[in-house]
């Protein structure tokens, strides 16, 4: 179930009802008061505003009773969730006022001039002298948007903003969205070039697959600044995290696991591209029409590429075929394909990663009497496996060591300084994964970031710290 957050600003009079019936009808719908605040007081009448949660498919039925009550006068009713979006939820904030006109001489003209024939004479200097040393660009289509699908550009705006917003608050990151009015490869690789000069790095986020692929690896050959598509890279970067410390608790290695991964699209790919870098030797990728196997032709270029690496399993089947056995189930797919009894035929002491949104592969009352350790993408259950855990810290060491690209290596260091922040007195089956809200996430990946861009050649710059 989902749950909203009401304000329902309503007049009581008190002749003909009292609070005690609005109350009555809220919770018989299965709502949940958390507050009520006197607007207006009065003898006759008064004016309060009700603050309940309530599960999406109820909400209109309790307004509806509420408005059908004697006594009772609807004035308003806000959705918390709006709220917060009303105007938008990002804003650009100078870092300096500008009070007389010797201020102003030094930020524009004539004093900008200066500064603008500096960068002209050494382009470098943009990363000490503009925003580029710090920025990013939030870049979608709205043709993947997590759980809506392809809802267009204006559509998707609020979750890119929701993306700038986390980008500055966990990793002082500036980041800004872009949501681009077009679903041409070509169009969107020659647009994003076209206002590169002035981020320091690109976010590519929710353009469907298989364009992600070629719009991604294009503009990272392209470009001299990181590209990153998070819902890929993202996404594997955790799951892996999360699956380092599942086998801690289960004791097993990486190498001697048998891993089946469920859903081969964007995230799936690139979490089977980094299962195979961590050392996992027994890997079977299953999408609708069954298991990717070794040695086998497919149209699709990512499927191609892992139907080549050993690796692979060589024997074809179905999900239920596949998952017989294994040590390791990660779903990237729909809800609903799996049940308890497929769970156990899995090996001793399994690991489920069910991240199908919003309703996971396998339900998890369903799975967790029968599993060791179990993770899903939402936050109503332990081992959230999200994103947010990532490209924060990503970036920020990206940008501070101004890689050139974002590699496999520096994408491995961020997964294991995820999965090193939960010592080792705190792992256990419901914590192999630290809170989104952790302040030593961001730093410690950006940390590892920059050493492994370093090792890697692909720093441009050595930050202080690791002279």
């Given at each position: 179930?989902?749950?909203?957050?009401?304000?329902?600003?309503?007049?009581?009079?008190?002749?003909?009802?009292?609070?005690?019936?609005?109350?009555?009808?809220?919770?018989?719908?299965?709502?949940?008061?958390?507050?009520?605040?006197?607007?207006?007081?009065?003898?006759?009448?008064?004016?309060?505003?009700?603050?309940?949660?309530?599960?999406?498919?109820?909400?209109?039925?309790?307004?509806?009773?509420?408005?059908?009550?004697?006594?009772?006068?609807?004035?308003?009713?806000?959705?918390?969730?709006?709220?917060?979006?009303?105007?938008?939820?990002?804003?650009?904030?100078?870092?300096?006022?500008?009070?007389?006109?010797?201020?102003?001489?030094?930020?524009?003209?004539?004093?900008?001039?200066?500064?603008?024939?500096?960068?002209?004479?050494?382009p470098d200097k943009a990363y000490s002298l503009t925003i580029k040393r710090n920025t990013v660009a939030v870049v979608s289509d709205g043709t993947a948007v997590l759980g809506l699908g392809d809802i267009g550009p204006h559509a998707a705006a609020p979750v890119m903003e929701g993306?700038?917003?986390?980008?500055?608050?966990?990793?002082?990151?500036?980041?800004?969205?872009?949501?681009?009015?077009?679903?041409?490869?070509?169009?969107?690789?020659?647009?994003?070039?076209?206002?590169?000069?002035?981020?320091?790095?690109?976010?590519?986020?929710?353009?469907?697959?298989?364009?992600?692929?070629?719009?991604?690896?294009?503009?990272?050959?392209?470009?001299?600044?990181?590209?990153?598509?998070?819902?890929?890279?993202?996404?594997?970067?955790?799951?892996?995290?999360?699956?380092?410390?599942?086998?801690?608790?289960?004791?097993?290695?990486?190498?001697?696991?048998?891993?089946?991964?469920?859903?081969?699209?964007?995230?799936?790919?690139?979490?089977?591209?980094?299962?195979?870098?961590?050392?996992?030797?027994?890997?079977?990728?299953?999408?609708?029409?069954?298991?990717?196997?070794?040695?086998?032709?497919?149209?699709?270029?990512?499927?191609?590429?892992?139907?080549?690496?050993?690796?692979?399993?060589?024997?074809?089947?179905?999900?239920?075929?596949?998952?017989?056995?294994?040590?390791?189930?990660?779903?990237?797919?729909?809800?609903?394909?799996?049940?308890?009894?497929?769970?156990?035929?899995?090996?001793?002491?399994?690991?489920?990663?069910?991240?199908?949104?919003?309703?996971?592969?396998?339900?998890?009352?369903?799975?967790?009497?029968?599993?060791?350790?179990?993770?899903?993408?939402?936050?109503?259950?332990?081992?959230?496996?999200?994103?947010?855990?990532?490209?924060?810290?990503?970036?920020?060491?990206?940008?501070?060591?101004?890689?050139?690209?974002?590699?496999?290596?520096?994408?491995?260091?961020?997964?294991?300084?995820?999965?090193?922040?939960?010592?080792?007195?705190?792992?256990?089956?419901?914590?192999?994964?630290?809170?989104?809200?952790?302040?030593?996430?961001?730093?410690?990946?950006?940390?590892?970031?920059?050493?492994?861009?370093?090792?890697?050649?692909?720093?441009?710059?050595?930050?202080?710290?690791?002279?």
């Open positions: 179930m989902s749950y909203n957050s009401l304000i329902v600003r309503l007049e009581l009079n008190h002749a003909r009802a009292s609070f005690g019936d609005v109350a009555s009808v809220i919770s018989a719908a299965g709502g949940d008061i958390t507050s009520i605040d006197v607007i207006r007081p009065g003898q006759e009448t008064s004016v309060r505003d009700i603050t309940f949660h309530i599960d999406d498919s109820q909400e209109s039925q309790v307004i509806d009773s509420l408005k059908a009550m004697d006594g009772i006068r609807i004035v308003n009713v806000s959705d918390r969730t709006f709220l917060v979006h009303l105007g938008g939820k990002i804003s650009i904030q100078p870092n300096l006022p500008v009070k007389n006109r010797d201020e102003l001489s030094r930020v524009y003209t004539p004093g900008v001039a200066r500064v603008c024939t500096a960068i002209h004479e050494q993306k700038a917003m986390l980008f500055k608050q966990l990793a002082n990151v500036d980041a800004f969205p872009i949501c681009l009015d077009t679903t041409d490869t070509e169009e969107i690789i020659r647009t994003v070039k076209a206002i590169s000069p002035i981020f320091g790095g690109i976010n590519l986020e929710d353009i469907s697959s298989p364009r992600c692929f070629e719009i991604e690896t294009r503009l990272a050959e392209e470009l001299d600044i990181p590209v990153f598509h998070d819902d890929q890279h993202g996404t594997a970067v955790v799951v892996v995290a999360g699956l380092i410390n599942a086998l801690k608790v289960v004791g097993k290695r990486m190498e001697e696991i048998r891993v089946v991964v469920n859903g081969i699209g964007a995230a799936g790919v690139s979490i089977c591209k980094m299962l195979l870098a961590s050392g996992v030797r027994e890997l079977v990728p299953v999408d609708r029409d069954g298991v990717i196997v070794r040695g086998g032709t497919y149209p699709h270029p990512m499927w191609q590429w892992l139907a080549e690496q050993p690796q692979v399993q060589a024997e074809p089947g179905t999900l239920q075929d596949a998952i017989r056995g294994a040590d390791v189930f990660i779903g990237v797919s729909r809800g609903g394909l799996l049940n308890a009894d497929h769970i156990q035929t899995m090996a001793p002491d399994r690991i489920v990663f069910a991240m199908a949104n919003p309703k996971p592969e396998i339900e998890p009352q369903e799975a967790l009497p029968h599993v060791r350790v179990f993770a899903t993408g939402r936050s109503d259950y332990p081992n959230q496996i999200n994103n947010v855990l990532a490209f924060p810290g990503i970036f920020r060491g990206a940008l501070d060591c101004r890689a050139r690209r974002i590699n496999e290596p520096m994408k491995l260091a961020a997964a294991r300084a995820i999965a090193a922040v939960v010592s080792a007195s705190e792992l256990e089956e419901q914590y192999i994964i630290p809170s989104i809200f952790n302040d030593q996430v961001a730093s410690k990946v950006a940390h590892a970031v920059i050493e492994a861009a370093i090792l890697t050649g692909t720093a441009r710059r050595t930050p202080p710290d690791f002279r």
